[in-house]
């Protein structure tokens, strides 16, 4: 079993819409989460990040963290085409710079 | 500042073969990494370095050498390249604690697609 899990989706998605992501964790120890976006043929740039349960809002994206359930997700509200990416989530041990990578989500979002 | 950068963009090598993929960065960030990017798998981590001197192994290190001389460079050795090393190399550094950075986590570089044939 991956430390890691995310569905690799595609997901396609009309403009406007939400889009929810999410990823599932097996190892209670890590505590720091983000979440990278990866535009095709690109380096991962770093798109929120959350150290303790519950939401983090930034503009149209929202972080979401459940440590009891090992879960995280990720939300896109109002949904754009240049919201196309992959999305990768990310997680590590305190005091650890080392990251533990899901699979990633490739998003489309139609115009 | 110019962030993290690499070189060469593409290679391709022939079975057995040794390269050295570049990395740099200008922030004067103390930890470097290296990550393999595969389909499906997400990104794995090769080897990393939290300073000048000190390097250490990630999840796959076997057929990589690295070396850290400064602070600035962390290149990756591919001692004999094999077709199971056919990937994209993403390089990443990690800010140090106290500065004026809006996050603390990695930033990565555009990374270097190498084909092994």
């Known amino acids: 079993q991956k430390e890691v899990e995310q569905d690799p989706g595609p997901l396609s998605v009309p403009e406007g819409a939400i889009v929810s992501l999410n990823c599932t964790y097996s190892?209670?120890?890590?505590?720091?989460f983000m979440w990278y976006r990866q535009y095709s043929r690109k380096g991962p740039e770093l798109l929120m990040y959350?150290?303790?349960?519950g939401n983090k809002e930034d503009g149209r994206f929202t972080a979401q963290v459940d440590k009891s359930s090992k879960y995280i997700s990720l939300f896109i509200r109002d949904s754009q085409p240049s919201d196309s990416a992959t999305y990768l989530c990310a997680m590590r041990y305190p005091n650890d710079y080392k990251l533990s990578f899901g699979a990633g989500t490739t998003v489309t979002v139609r115009a | 500042n110019a962030g993290v950068t690499q070189t060469p963009k593409f290679q391709v090598l022939k079975t057995g073969q040794s390269m050295t993929l570049q990395c740099a960065q200008d922030?004067?960030?103390?930890?470097m990494s290296w990550y393999r990017q595969d389909p499906g798998m997400g990104l794995r981590l090769i080897h990393y370095?939290?300073?000048?001197?000190?390097?250490d192994q990630g999840e796959v290190p076997n057929g990589y050498n690295v070396s850290r001389s400064t602070t600035e460079d962390f290149p990756l050795r591919l001692l004999s390249a094999a077709p199971s090393q056919t990937s994209v190399y993403f390089c990443?550094?990690?800010?140090?604690?106290?500065?004026?950075?809006?996050?603390?986590?990695?930033?990565f570089g555009p990374g270097t697609r190498l084909t092994v044939t």
């Open positions: 990443a550094s990690r800010p140090p604690a106290g500065g004026p950075w809006a996050s603390y986590e990695q930033y």
């Open positions: 922030m004067n960030h103390e930890y």
């Open positions: 370095s939290v300073g000048a001197g000190i390097t």
């Open positions: 190892n209670s120890a890590f505590q720091y």
């Open positions: 959350t150290y303790s349960s």
